[in-house]
């Protein structure tokens, strides 16, 4: 969300800035709110000075001993028309933020611009993709064939895009989320939490999700409770109507959750494996930062995610989304795409995102200093990394010949294997 007073004063240029994004705000609408507003604000003024300076005549007619009563009738009738004048003014203030709450975040000038996800710029590559001397499978294939992965069941007890995982199909799940947690706690600085799996509409309002993107959770009937879409929602809420300790930023945590997603507008996409599910395990990093130094921290938090895919010696690519491609809250992100020999293509696996001050507004988060004036501070989070798309791609790029998948070294102390083999073999 924006600042109310910069976002009216700067109404036409970020009106330009968000056309790059292929959102049309409606100018108009807003001004027209803006000058009704205005004009219960002046107003409501002018009654009160009008009332202000006629009690000025109370002292002087009880002075002269005259009855004061129509003259107070007429005081009170004005405070009332001004608290009504205030009221409608107020009113409009809460359309007006109604309408702010669902404008999206103005891109970083870094950030290209472009039309749709083409216009996604790669900035960097690491690893080679595997060469096989086979037709290599994809995961719904060898997952199946190897007895750790079964989606005829999970769609039994649950419905499509459910998984169920067995044996060292589901051990592996656990080690990745553990390995993620160490890599990111031990190495790289993150404090590990562990939130609720269920937030309230408070929270996914402080992060971006409500009111826009409701049709994309999950919610609790008859509660307030929702299934959390990422553990950003729990993380960056931690905070909510809290002031921070700027001298104690950058904050920096890390936590494994379910993640829940209804997949609205999906329909058609990744149906097949598990690339698409309604419910995936992921470990996210979340951020804190000053504003002077929040792009630096993009930076390396994305670099952090990067780290744990080569350190599982997985190819990725690493590209800056374009104007077009870019999450509504989100200034500026970054898509790392881990490759996938199933599909023969990068697919996203981890998106690095600087919310500015967006989601800090919303969630209503600053910070200080001694005796400084508060400021919102900028949030940032990742996907460190998505633990289903990991999975998938160990089994897609490891697979052998006679249809083993070899682990990962870095895995082989957390699963306690050194390769994944079909029960009948």
Known sequence: MYDLSFFRQNLDAIATRLADRGFTLDVEAFRKLDAKRREWITEAEKTKAQQKLKSQDIPILKRAGQDTGELQEELRALGDYARQLEAKATEIDEQYRSLLAGVPNTPHPSVPTGKSADDNVEVRRHGTPPAFSFQPKAHWDLGPELGILDFERAAKITGARFAVYWGLGAKLERALINFMLDVHTREHGYTEVLPPFMVNSASL????????????????????????????????????????????????????????????????????????????????????????????????????????????????????????????????????EVWLPGLNEYKEISSCSNYEAYQARRASIRAKSGKSKAEYVHTLNGSGLAVGRTWLAILENYQQADGRVVVPEALRPYLGVESISSPLK
């Open 205 to 336: 309002y402080g992060t971006g999700q409500l009111p826009k993107f409701a049709a994309d959770q999950f919610k609790v009937e008859n509660t307030d409770y929702w299934l959390v879409p990422t553990a950003e929602v729990p993380l960056t809420n931690l905070y909510r109507d809290e002031t921070l300790d700027l001298d104690q930023l950058p904050i920096k945590l890390c936590a494994y959750t379910p993640c829940f997603r209804s997949e609205a507008g999906s329909y058609g996409r990744d149906v097949r494996g598990i690339i698409r599910q309604h419910q995936f395990q992921k470990v996210e990093l979340v951020k804190f930062a000053r504003p002077e130094s929040s792009y630096d921290e993009l930076e390396s938090l994305t670099r952090d995610a990067e780290h744990i895919l080569e350190k599982l010696g997985l190819a990725y690519r690493t590209v800056v989304l374009c104007t077009a491609d870019m999450g509504a809250s989100s200034a500026k992100t970054y898509d790392i």
